[in-house]
Structures are given as structure tokens and as C-alpha cells.
């Protein structure tokens, strides 16, 4: 007699689906933690000060002063070397 728990003797076809059951409840949980749990707290991947972009770092900042014209090009390359002066090279390299 085949049924789909006994297919010839064997597990049946449905034996192939039980590993993306597993995935889908794994990557469900996963994804409910990421909504609630861990969305309120501090990780390396996000930054220390909400208000500011995840993209704005001092060299970035300072590279859209000197493209927009706030600062000319000494006042940038002193605030460089500032940077890499305090936080080691902070840009290429």
C-alpha cells in the first residue's frame, strides 16, 4: 500500500519538504526578533547619533564642505590631517 508517509518501503516525496519547513520557520523567527527585539537596540552596525545618516562620517562630511564650497582646498587638507592625526587613517588605505 503507498502512502505519502511509506512510498515503496521508504519515506515518501514529502520528506523533501520538511527541510523548507525548518528554513521558513527559521527565517520567520529570525525575521519577528528583527522586528521587535533587536530593533531597539545598539549594534555596530548602526550609529551612535539617531538624527545623523548612517553614511556621514567625518570624511564624508568634510568632503561635501569642500565640493559645495564652504571650505577651500587648505582648510580641507588640514582638517584631513586633524583626522588621521586623532583616528589614524580615517579615509584611502
Known sequence: MQ??????????PWILFF???????VVG????????????RRGPWRPMNESRPA????????GRRFA??????DEYWRRVSVLDEHFGRTGKG
Open 55 to 62: 553614511g556621514d562620517s567625518p570624511m564624508a562630511v568634510l
Open 3 to 12: 502512502t505519502l508517509a511509506h512510498w515503496d518501503g521508504g519515506p515518501g
Open 29 to 40: 523567527v529570525v525575521a519577528v526578533l528583527r522586528r521587535t527585539v533587536w530593533r531597539g
Open 19 to 25: 527541510p523548507l519547513i525548518w528554513a521558513a520557520v
Open 68 to 73: 559645495s564650497g564652504e571650505i577651500d582646498e
